[in-house]
């Protein structure tokens, strides 16, 4: 059973700090893909970072220089630290766990964690 845990989330004041954890279970976490998405209310979901197998990673705009993507493949476990947070990052954030196996796409998401900041 592949099991995408969150926690770390939180209520923090504007400026603050949080960090994120994912821990995954039940899949090869080294042969997948890790991503950081998330919703805030009456929004889409978006991609917030994400880092390839091979520990590449990709940051959207409005948070590149604050927050920073990780992995550890020997805790099978994604982190996203957070720093400087603002009023616009309060959001669900949700983990994504991605392999392509050229045929198929195997994708897979935890049940999210809420991230508040205050102003």
């Known amino acids: 059973q592949v099991q995408l845990v969150e926690s770390g989330g939180g209520l923090v004041q504007s400026g603050g700090s949080l960090r994120l954890s994912c821990a995954a279970s039940?899949?090869?976490?080294?042969?997948?893909?890790m991503g950081w998405y998330r919703q805030a209310p009456g929004k889409q979901r978006e991609l917030v970072a994400d880092?390839?197998?091979?520990?590449?990673?990709n940051y959207v705009d409005s948070v590149k220089g604050r927050f920073t993507i990780s992995r550890d493949n020997a805790k099978t476990t994604v982190y996203l630290q957070m720093n400087s947070l603002k009023p616009e990052d309060t959001a669900v954030y949700y983990c994504?766990?991605?392999?392509?196996?050229?045929?198929?796409?195997?994708?897979?998401w935890g049940q999210g964690t809420q991230v508040t900041v205050s102003s």
């Open positions: 994504k766990a991605v392999r392509e196996l050229g045929y198929a796409r195997i994708t897979y």
């Open positions: 039940g899949i090869i976490f080294n042969t997948y893909a």
């Open positions: 880092i390839t197998s091979g520990g590449s990673t």
